[in-house]
């Protein structure tokens, strides 16, 4: 599609959601200040109703710089914060950044420089997830796997070109204006469906490696799989109002699970039923899974000839929990 190209130093916007922030919300923003952007620079932060002194910290960070400006996000939601922020950003180029990102000091040089090479409407690099415990290092190492998350490049990386979506993000406001800002009625994967919107009208959606954000994961099994559960809901609710973008690999989980429990079910009839075939029959596909686990685990602890053996050691229960979840949530879907 035709659009204006951008200015040489557009004027940028960083938005954010933040909720529940206290603890890293000031070195968020400090980062942000620091990008070694030379156009002018804004941040726009789209507070909720917090448990903490997340209000506070943000209150005192505009006061601090005249350029951090701080709106209301009555709802606490995140696409509701993100549209809050965007109508009152001012800039041509408008960032996402979570309140507890720290992004290197180039993200917003290369976000900018990026769009105006590519002519694309959003931009972004790979979600690089880093833990400090043995458990975070797992879930890590796990969101890095094509058997953990699929294929997709803002995950396990690979070479800059179109994508189906890409992680936080670097917009054209025209783009955002064009598709009316992010389905407010999407609690998660809003990212997702507003690429999709974004493609639908012509637009292109880009990544590239050099942009990369550094994520902290889940510090429990319950935090995960509460995560997982609720992206295979939202990915379920997308499913349902665009069928078009169903394929294999997002109904891999939900197959497994179903598989699994049939399995299990199976096997179990055929021990009391004393029918021998109909066990192995049934016990077969479980015992598939829990392979396919175990050897996803051992390459990857392979692939990684510096992962500590506690850490390793927590990859199947990691996959398992990723998987389980997510196609459980996939399978449960959204209340209408």
């Not at 951090?68 to 180029?93: F, Y």
């Amino acid at each position: 599609m035709t659009q204006a190209p951008l200015p040489t130093l557009p004027r940028v916007s960083v938005v954010m959601p933040v909720l529940n922030e206290e603890r890293h919300l000031e070195a968020a923003v400090e980062q942000i200040l620091r990008q070694d952007y030379q156009g002018s620079l804004e941040v726009v932060m789209a507070v909720g109703p917090s448990k903490d002194r997340t209000q506070e910290v943000a209150d005192a960070l505009s006061a601090k710089h005249s350029n951090v400006v701080v709106v209301a996000n009555p709802t606490g939601k995140t696409p509701a914060a993100l549209n809050s922020a965007i109508a009152r950003a001012t800039g041509e180029v408008v960032v996402r950044v979570d309140g507890h990102a720290l992004i290197p000091v180039d993200y917003v040089t290369c976000g900018v420089l990026t769009l105006r090479e590519t002519g694309a409407d959003n931009v972004g690099g790979v979600m690089a997830a880093k833990g400090t415990t043995p458990f975070e290092v797992a879930v890590a190492r796990a969101m890095t796997s094509k058997f953990g998350v699929g294929g997709a490049a803002f995950h396990v990386g690979g070479q800059a070109g179109p994508a189906l979506t890409v992680y936080l993000g670097c917009f054209r406001a025209d783009a955002l204006a064009r598709v009316q800002g992010y389905d407010e009625s999407m609690e998660r994967a809003q990212d997702w469906e507003m690429n999709l919107r974004i493609r639908q009208t012509g637009g292109i959606v880009w990544f590239t490696p050099t942009m990369q954000v550094e994520y902290r994961p889940r510090a429990t099994v319950a935090a995960l799989a509460r995560q997982y559960h609720d992206y295979g809901r939202w990915r379920r609710e997308v499913a349902r109002r665009h069928p078009d973008t169903l394929s294999l690999r997002y109904l891999a989980a939900p197959i497994a699970v179903v598989l699994v429990v049939v399995g299990v079910i199976t096997g179990v009839v055929g021990v009391a039923a004393g029918n021998s075939w109909l066990a192995a029959l049934g016990f077969a596909m479980p015992i598939g899974y829990l392979a396919a686990n175990l050897a996803a685990s051992v390459i990857t602890f392979l692939r990684k000839p510096l992962m500590a053996l506690p850490t390793a050691l927590r990859l199947p229960l990691v996959f398992a929990t990723m998987h389980g979840s997510w196609g459980l949530g996939f399978l449960r879907g959204v209340k209408q």
